[in-house]
């Protein structure tokens, strides 16, 4: 009897035993992550400028705009250039890289739509090299310190970058410190010159009531 006891007791402690191991917990599979509002999932390695990336993607750039200029420019479409002149300021015509408001001419956007078949003879500065006066109708200015050259094509451009150097001083940034120059350039015509032939033009334009205006176009080339 008293060995069915102690049998009895020994299976009663083994069992006890056995149900005391706690049962370890199942972790809980992690949340899954939402996808974002265009149905694409979250990327960690996103910058942080393009998560919060607002930009209006109507609003030309800079260099944009000013392509859309000497477009305009190219084809001589004066009333199309006459669009983006600034309203208050008007557009400065600079023959040489030096800006200068005593002798560089300005004209409204007005004024430019017949520009072209003015035969009045204005003073735009004076010639590089001789000093002499630079005479010449607008027409004939046109072709040689405009559009001189095929600068919707050209082989380098720059936004606030100068590429043409010479001795010619760059002051735009003194003269339009608020504004944004587009440089077109052709670091040679003719490769016999090594150089000696380079071309610019700059493209000086300023926001106003958040639209790109122009303020100036700045013809520049190696001088003596």
């Not at 007791?9 to 809980?28: F, H, R, V, W, Y």
């Not at 199309?80 to 300005?106: C, M, N, W």
């Amino acid at each position: 009897m008293k060995a069915f006891i102690s049998a009895l007791a020994l299976c009663l402690l083994l069992l006890g035993c056995g149900t005391s191991e706690e049962t370890p917990e199942q972790e809980s599979p992690p949340p899954e992550e939402e996808p974002s509002e265009n149905g694409e999932e979250p990327n960690e390695n996103m910058e942080e400028d393009e998560l919060n990336h607002n930009e209006d993607d109507s609003e030309l750039a800079p260099a944009e705009a000013a392509d859309q200029i000497v477009e305009a420019l190219k084809n001589k479409e004066m009333s199309t250039l006459a669009q983006y002149i600034h309203a208050t300021k008007g557009v400065r015509f600079t023959p040489y890289g030096y800006v200068d408001p005593e002798s560089d001419l300005v004209f409204e956007s007005h004024e430019l739509t017949t520009l072209l078949e003015d035969d009045t003879k204005y003073v735009w500065g004076h010639f590089d090299g001789t000093g002499e006066p630079i005479e010449l109708t607008f027409a004939e200015y046109y072709e040689r310190f405009v559009y001189d050259q095929d600068y919707l094509n050209a082989d380098e451009k720059s936004v606030n970058e100068r590429l043409g150097h010479g001795n010619s001083l760059d002051n735009s940034q003194e003269i339009y410190p608020e504004a944004t120059v587009i440089e077109y350039h052709f670091p040679e015509i003719d490769e016999q010159y090594e150089g000696m032939d380079w071309k610019s033009l700059r493209i000086v334009i300023e926001k106003e009531e958040g639209e790109w205006k122009l303020l100036g176009i700045i013809h520049d080339e190696w001088t003596i």
